[in-house]
């Protein structure tokens, strides 16, 4: 008997902590009080992790510098947690998280801010850079470049993104990099030359030298001097 009266006791104490847990939950949910962690919550702090082992300092960089810049991440870290929805504080974290190189931790960071700050182009294209150039994810690269040129389609960070993403680390979509060119020419004027340019050397390497010529044509006609050095630098674009 007395073990079957231990094991209503022990009972009893367990409902009875569901019961107090219980009710936190439901005045937590009304607003009233603060208890558990959201779900937003943990999701951010698993982002807001500062793991020494994840940081790089760039070549030339002084020791000290580096230091100093880990240090700034519990700062920036603050910031984010004393509101979780602000797209700056995140920006920032993850500015530093990559300069630090850490890139996944960077990644992390901005898409929170491109989530509060969807209209962000200059979010956008680092995240397109990061997935390009250091994470290698083409495709993740290729959707955050287009979400800056839907904010800002005159966006040359964008542009030129997206022209070494299909040139170099996209292949299987080599056949829209003239259309994505002739597109920035007509959205972004002020840098044709650019973009000619890459026509240019894009179809030279294709050993497509009649096309390489009609686009050198185009550079000619707005920058002779620039049509001139890349026949110096491309002898076979010389008829």
Known sequence: MPSNKKVTVFVSIILGIFLVLGLLWYYQTQGLIKVFPTQEER??????????SKFKAAEGLDPKKFEEEIAKLDDLKKKVLSNLQDPVAWFNFGYAKEFLNDHEGAVAAWKKAFEFQP?????????GNVYQYFLKDPNQAEYYYKKALEVKPDYTGAYIGLMDLYRYNLKDKKSEFEP?????????????????TGLVEFFVGEENLAKAREYLAKI???????????????PALKQ
């Open 43 to 52: 999701d951010a702090n698993k982002i807001l992790v500062i793991d020494r």
């Open 220 to 234: 000619r006609g707005i920058k002779p001097n620039a049509a001139a050095d890349l026949e110096a630098s491309y």
């Open 180 to 196: 994505l060119c002739l597109t920035a020419v007509k959205n972004d004027a002020s840098n044709a030359v650019t973009y000619y």
């Open 119 to 127: 209209l962000n182009f200059v979010t956008a294209l680092n995240l």
